[in-house]
């Protein structure tokens, strides 16, 4: 089982596992999807976090243009 985030070793082992050329046993199977779902929310919230924090620059060099703060 991949323990990197990257995802073409994990396309890589869904495509061996969906095409049975990968046997778990189902407390493993288990385990490896409960740590991928984990790999995507981090993902998820570090491409939020890193949009906000972009927003917020956005935001502040727009109303640095506009004049409203010095």
Not at 24 to 52: D, M, N, Y
Request: hydrophobic residues 35%; positive net charge.
């Amino acid at each position: 089982m991949s323990t990197t985030n990257a995802p073409c070793k994990v396309i890589r082992e869904c495509d061996l596992i969906l095409n049975g050329d990968l046997q778990q046993t189902p407390e493993q199977f288990q385990r490896w999807v409960v740590v991928q779902i984990k790999k995507l929310a981090t993902q998820a919230a570090s491409r939020k976090r890193e949009h906000q924090q972009l927003q917020n620059k956005v935001q502040g060099i727009d109303a640095f243009l506009k004049g409203t703060i010095e």
